[in-house]
């Protein structure tokens, strides 16, 4: 993504007003490493299709419920899809790791050292009720979601010292001492709001009033915790930006909700429902079997991809006395049977995750590198020895179900954490207190994978309880660290950065609502962050996040999962697409209606 040599300022001028003598000149598009793919005078996306046919319905199936359309506070469950009613000051392209393209920018600037950021908006630039989109909308939405939002924007943001409104339609961010290369990429990310709509209502409140927007689509009609349906803009401003051409091709975007996923699979296989990202191995496997997929009605598709997979895992609240020894949750770790579970629940279909970063250059496998020990030496004595001197591999099985040596070392680990066994529980040896937590899952299909691990552990002498509640219930508790262990996906970019702080940083671990679930707080992981946020090059990126991996790995702050470097995707017969990228796959949303097959299908 980078090149250490070439700056952001070197990319080519925009054709318009230039920039004065000695400044940074105004730029099409912002590249976190190098120079992007696309140049100032690109028509479209190379994986997108410019003539695509606009029009018709999709239909699409959910899980859980809504019953707020503010997807941007730590209140309520937020409405499916609501991302399109909003212009974002730039977009990504998907086949690249990280570089933005103006959309309601239409040129950006910044120094060489990044210290600062300035925004120049489009002037046709609108909302759907036609006012102007203005510097000061800018202003009151960072503000706002400074003030009032999730506090994901209070972390991402922690580095930005002023925002002024330069003029009506440029607006300047700068930025606070120190190396933060990422920043002004981040904040080319924020979903600006309107400031004359949101002025008269309370931000930090839920709703189910459709809100004002600019963006490709507008809320058409909804029932909460049952269906919402957006309908395209037809004089959406933004058609012909150049970032924006081939995509939003459909008419109306339905979502229908559904109380789990065994009913949403036969709802899509009636017909109920058009695509489906099938995310079960044991439903892609068994459940597909029918004539429709047979004779071609619907088409089933493994795509494969190259994004950074992250961590999925069984995470330890850290917050509870119970897990603060890492012994305990290495322990711990030893009683899931990832190879069991593959054979006989998974299909072979996935591979066991060992990293923060899977399915990348990112990971960090086998031993640490110069490079890598030139930045992790400084911490000796204060991060495992074992990051030093071994790969981080979690515990492996025959796959036959007897883990007799494994649960044999988890005894010895307890042992030597305190924990023994007295009437056949597993007791502290000072406090007698039972080791007793509980798992709480939001879907039902987990119960099949963790209801043998939770057996394993009572083997152990633990008392472990297995409890699924319903996604709101479940945000709540994850928004207010009101569990022992869940299940979650820590999804990595290609690039990563700022995003670091929110998922193990220090300054979360105690901010309700952020990401850092496993309740982190380490001097040495701080450090650590910061370093992957300051890279320069992609390839201090890649040493830097992979001396990361290492203390996260040897932290067991998590019992990990697996992962499949493909999606698994089924649909109805009636779309056209483009050819899927190489990086990330599939990208629905350059898909459209084909109005020949849907005829077809119809028949």
Known sequence: MRLAAIAVIALTVLTGSPSRAGEPAWVHAIAMHGTPKYGPDF??????????????????????????????????????????????LTVASIDEPFTRYGSLAEAMRMPEDRSWIEFRLRSEARWHDGEPITAED????????????????????????????LDDRTVRFDFKPGENRELPLIISELEVLPKHYWETRDFGATTLEPPLGSGPYRIADLEANRFVEYERVDDY????????????????????????????????????????????????????????????????????????QGMQGFVFNTRRDLFKDPRVRWALAHAFDFEWSNRNLFHGQYTHTRSYFDNSDLSATGLPSEAELEILEPYRGRIPDEVFTAEYNPPITAGDGRIRENLREADRLLKEAGWVIEDKTRVNAETKQPFAFEITLVSPLFERIVLPMAKNMRRLGLDVRVRTVDSAQYLERLRGFDYDMIVFNFGQSLSPGNEQRLFWGSAAADDPGSRNFAGIKDPVIDALIEKVIEARTREELVVRCRALDRVLQWGHYVIPNWHASYERLIYWNKFGHPPHTDLRGAVFGAWWIDPEKAAALGK
Not at 150 to 160: D, G, H, K, Q, S
Not at 240 to 253: I, M, S, T
Not at 274 to 284: H, M, Q, V, Y
């Open 43 to 88: 028509k479209h996306f190379d994986y997108v299709n410019p003539e695509a046919p606009k029009g018709g319905t999709v239909t699409l199936g959910t899980i859980g419920g809504f019953d707020s359309l503010n997807p941007f506070i730590a209140k309520g469950e937020p409405a499916a899809g609501l991302g399109g009613l909003y212009d974002t």
């Open 237 to 308: 401003w933004g058609r012909e930006v150049p970032a924006h051409v081939g995509h939003d091709n459909f008419g109306r975007l339905h979502t229908d909700y559904y109380r789990d996923s065994t009913v949403a699979v036969e709802a899509f296989k009636s017909g109920a429902f058009d695509f489906r990202n099938e995310n079960g191995s044991a439903t892609w496997a068994t459940a597909y079997d029918i004539p429709e997929v047979a004779d071609g009605r619907i088409v089933k598709v493994e795509v494969p991809n190259h994004r950074t």
């Open 138 to 165: 800018v202003i009151w939405t960072y503000n706002a979601l400074i003030e009032k939002g999730e506090p994901l924007y209070r972390f991402y943001y922690a580095n930005v010292d002023t925002v002024t409104a």
